[in-house]
């Protein structure tokens, strides 16, 4: 079934291991450990697993782009790229909470448990089947039920972990039926045959293929943080330990992203039209609701929560131009991997204010930047990048969705207005970012506030405090990360494009078609997307030109027998999506007749469209 | 194919109570027992569809020992979260879960 060298099973095997004996340490222990001995030992695992990705990948044996074989898993560099990131979220998560969960008892659970939840989400990045995928999500979800509701005695940490729960739940068994919806229709659960059977697929079925796409976003929704279905996170991040709401908003939402770029971007590739509009229209709404939401809240820990809503949104930017852009899963990938560090260290650096003053509450935040000068700076740095100030990562991941919004707009006429709705709603963002900012840096406190009774390092009522020095530690990593990639965006730039295909894959499907023919007039036309282009190539400097400005290269796709754009990676590397059958071409011209061109003389298009086919 | 098409059916109708159990109750075990029906809702339609599939195969049953397999992993976590909820409240009805609001 799986290649048992390949990177996810030596992972599963590092924190597979680590994790059965964390909880087997407190069979032996002579005396309470504290978090120490377990914390260090899940780091260790953690990054051990990090360095097996690292070294797989500098091996040069990695595949770019995305894979589907007919395995239940595939190595490729984008589970490698999303595998990085929710590592260094879960390697930040086990850092701090040495600190912040000092007082809690049981920590050979809680580092297993998270442990546990990383092996789901690398296997999650990794699989190429429905069937891996759920036990992947399940093996994601249910130890984080538990991380939510750690603090047991807590009343708000329980309510935390029923809501986050409850919604866990109808979001699990939701993909499980859309999960047999489609293998109704495909006969299969594999993703590569999935794709394969869905481009010869019966008319009569497509209303329950959509009916399935929409419980797949609903479900991976609940996740994502998409609107309809946020309900519980504000919530959830508030009651839960701020380390374990770090691991929420930064990892598991990041896999629930790449659940849905296997599942609805690929998996449904052939339903391209119809889910890139659900998308946008969803995107538009997770941004302007989360951002809005958050203006008026008093948490820090609901304000961080409203802004992973609206970041979400950004993200989702991404997906939805998928078909349009090359520029947009790129941006997606990198907006992933930037929002990763930055909420995670925005989460934990809460977690240190609040482990001194004892509360998430922003007014209480006055003059924390003078007592706590480091934490208060790194705060003040994500949030910043959160917003997306330009020497900042977040910049250059934002910058790159609108780009490739704008790009779009020369196939598609809705895509310029994700632009400009993520234009506003980062200026809207900003208003609520400042206020921490301001009531850190410029409002006097009128009375020094007492230091928590419980606090590690300092007396009570002393102006300046000793920080807490693990939490430090995570937030000077994430630091240099933001501060390094903002200056240098390049490195991480090129691998996230090494990480995703080009969108030709799309247009080379008869659901495509129509995009592809657009996108062939514009080319012989006039260059109109060049300018975003260009400056995009400015961007990237020296480092990826592997497969960039592809989308001027035709769209040459699979049909030509498995032919994969230069570099960037195709979707079939082992030859597994090769449809250059008839039934391809009838059904793709079932399809243009269905969408807007009244079958008038669609064969130029058609050969401009790869398919040799025509009658 | 009109057998499939029974199956379905009952599928759907499952599905569709257990939606409803789960918007409407505010019992927690009883929004577990609607999580338990949408899953079992899914594991009817693979069974089914694996069984009376054009082409049958083997992976709709498969799928379906996993989901079981899933879904007692999870509604052990919810009864675990409920008996927590029990010592805190001396209730399971989600009503009182009011105090994280903003």
């Known amino acids: 079934m799986v290649d048992l060298y390949s990177t996810p099973v030596m992972i599963t095997v590092v924190l597979g291991v680590a994790g059965l004996i964390l909880p087997l340490l407190d069979a032996f222990r002579r005396r309470d450990m504290g978090h120490k001995v377990h914390g260090s030992i899940a780091f260790g695992a953690l990054i051990l697993a990090m360095a097996v990705i690292l070294a797989r990948i500098a091996s040069g044996s990695i595949p770019l782009g995305i894979t589907f074989t007919d395995q239940v898993m595939a190595d490729d560099m984008f589970g490698s790229f999303f595998s990085i990131a929710m590592l260094i979220v879960a390697i930040s998560t086990v850092v701090s909470s040495v600190e912040y969960m000092r007082r809690v008892p049981n920590p050979g659970p809680y580092y297993s448990l998270i442990l546990l939840s990383s092996i789901g989400m690398v296997m999650l990045a990794y699989s190429t089947d429905l069937l891996m995928l759920i036990v992947a999500w399940e093996l994601m979800s249910i130890p984080t039920y538990v991380l939510a509701a750690f603090r047991k005695r807590d009343p708000l940490t329980n309510e935390a972990a029923i809501k986050y729960f409850l919604f866990g739940a109808l979001a699990s068994g939701m993909l499980i039926y859309a999960a047999s919806l489609i293998y109704g229709i495909t006969g299969s659960t594999n993703i590569a045959a999935i794709i394969q059977s869905l481009v010869g697929m019966d008319e009569g079925l497509r209303p329950l293929a959509l009916i399935a796409l929409a419980m797949l976003i609903a479900g991976f929704g609940f996740k994502m943080a998409l609107v309809p279905f946020h309900m519980w996170i504000p919530d959830t991040y508030e009651g839960s330990p701020a380390p374990i709401s770090a691991l929420l908003s930064a990892a598991t939402k990041k896999a629930g992203f790449a659940a849905a770029f296997k599942a609805v971007i690929f998996g449904m590739l052939v339903l391209n039209v119809e889910w890139s509009l659900m998308l946008a229209v969803v995107a538009v709404l997770t941004m302007t609701i989360g951002n809005l939401a958050a203006l008026t809240q008093r948490s820090m820990t609901r304000i961080l929560a409203y802004s992973s809503i609206s970041q979400a949104g950004y993200m989702l930017i991404g997906l939805s131009l998928a078909p349009y852009s090359d520029l947009a899963m790129q941006g997606a990938l990198f907006h992933v991997m930037n929002h990763a560090v930055m909420k995670s260290s925005a989460f934990i650096a809460a977690a240190g204010i609040a482990l001194v003053i004892g509360t998430m509450n922003i007014d209480q935040y006055r003059g924390i930047g003078r007592r706590m000068p480091l934490i208060s700076l790194v705060m003040a740095v994500s949030l910043l990048a959160l917003a997306g100030v330009p020497p900042l990562n977040g910049f250059w991941s934002k910058f790159i969705l609108f780009a490739a919004a704008v790009n779009a707009g020369s196939v598609v006429s809705w895509a310029p207005y994700l632009a400009i709705a993520g234009i506003l709603n980062s200026a809207l963002s900003l208003g609520y970012y400042a206020w921490v900012i301001r009531r850190m840096y410029f409002d006097e406190p009128a009375t020094i506030p007492a230091v928590n009774q419980n606090y590690l390092y300092g007396a009570a009522g002393m102006l300046k405090v000793r920080e807490p020095r693990l939490i430090l530690a995570v937030l000077a990593f994430a630091l240099a990360f933001m501060v390094g990639f903002g200056v240098y965006p390049a490195p991480l730039i090129a691998f996230s494009q090494a990480s995703v295909p080009s969108s030709d894959v799309f247009s080379a499907l008869p659901g495509g078609l129509q995009s592809g023919m657009v996108r062939n007039q514009q080319q012989e036309g006039h260059p109109q997307g060049s300018v975003v282009s260009d400056s995009s190539k400015g961007v990237d400097g020296g480092g990826g030109d592997a497969g960039h400005g592809s989308y001027t290269q035709g769209t040459g796709g699979m049909t030509d027998g498995g032919g994969a754009s230069p570099g960037a990676g195709s979707i079939d590397a082992d030859g597994v999506i090769e449809t250059g059958e008839p039934v391809a071409v009838t059904a793709g011209k079932k399809g243009m007749e269905e969408s807007s061109s009244p079958s008038s003389t669609p064969t130029g298009q058609h050969d401009d469209a790869g398919q040799s086919g025509t009658p | ?102």
């Open chain 2, 1 to 102: 194919m009109a057998e499939i098409l029974d199956y379905t059916i009952v599928s759907i109708i499952l599905l569709a109570i257990g939606i409803y159990g789960l918007t409407v109750k505010r019992n927690f075990i009883r929004m577990l027992f609607a999580v338990e029906i949408i899953v079992n809702a899914a594991n009817l339609n693979l069974v089914a569809f694996s069984r009376l599939m054009p082409a049958p195969n083997a992976t709709g049953q498969t799928f379906a020992l996993f989901s079981i397999a899933i879904a007692a992993a999870e509604v052990a976590v919810g009864l675990a979260l409920i008996i927590v909820a029990y010592r805190i409240y001396r209730n399971i009805d989600i009503k009182g879960l009011k105090r994280l609001s903003g």
